[in-house]
């Protein structure tokens, strides 16, 4: 399968599935990297994975409606069979989410479906959670929302800060995405219409 990757910021996460992408069994390739911020270091990464890139500059245009149109052209150009969102901070339009539906994960910083949208380890810290997390799940029109394939815990410590918790969690972010995306590309996950079927049984 075609992997494209879409991301926003500093890509450890694409760093990760660049890697996994590497060993000689990965069922999936990597094709293209998209990103919405001209100087993101996920382009770098991307230069020197050798993996094509483009950048969509939101600020380039007047609506969330145009900017898509953009985005889906470049990435059909592609031709993709899987797109995966690392750290890729743009919401989507619901025509967008739609016509990669079953084929677009996104990787959350929280146990769904806790702490849907941004500053999720702050929150988990006010809340006095003793356990906190990641979540991959496929992308529906519910921003966050979508039926949840895996998630990994930390335990949070008693001095834990925002800064802290962050790097526990993506420790666990850089092991379950590939591993994840391997599931997708091997064919074991998909998305039913009551949610993630599981080598064909719902989860
Ligand atoms: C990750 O923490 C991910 O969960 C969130 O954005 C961050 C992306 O980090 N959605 P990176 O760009 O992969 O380093």
Not at 32 to 41: D, M, S
Not at 152 to 181: F, G, M, N, R, W
């Amino acid at each position: 399968p075609r992997i494209l990757v879409l991301a926003s910021g500093s890509g450890t996460n694409l760093q990760a599935l660049i890697e996994a992408s590497r060993e000689r069994d990965f069922p999936g390739q990597i094709v293209a990297v998209g990103c919405n911020q001209p100087g993101a270091f996920a382009l770098e990464r991307a230069a020197q994975a050798n993996i094509e890139s483009f950048v969509v500059n939101h600020k380039d245009f007047g609506s969330r409606e145009e900017f898509d149109a953009s985005l889906m052209a470049e990435i059909l150009r592609h031709n993709p069979d899987l797109i995966v969102l690392a750290g890729f901070m743009r919401i989507l339009t619901t025509d967008f989410v739609r016509a990669f539906r079953g084929r677009m994960l996104n990787i959350h910083p929280s146990l769904l479906p806790k702490y849907t949208g941004l500053n999720t380890h702050r929150r988990a810290l006010e809340a006095g959670d003793r356990v906190h997390g990641v979540s991959i799940h496929f992308v529906t029109e519910e921003l966050d929302g979508g039926p949840v394939i895996a998630q990994a815990e930390v335990s949070v410590s008693q001095d834990e800060t925002p800064e802290s918790l962050a790097e526990k969690v993506q420790a666990e972010e850089h092991i379950l995405y590939p591993i994840v995306v391997r599931w997708f590309c091997e064919g074991r996950i998909q998305l039913g219409s009551e949610g993630v079927l599981f080598d064909g049984q719902p989860l």
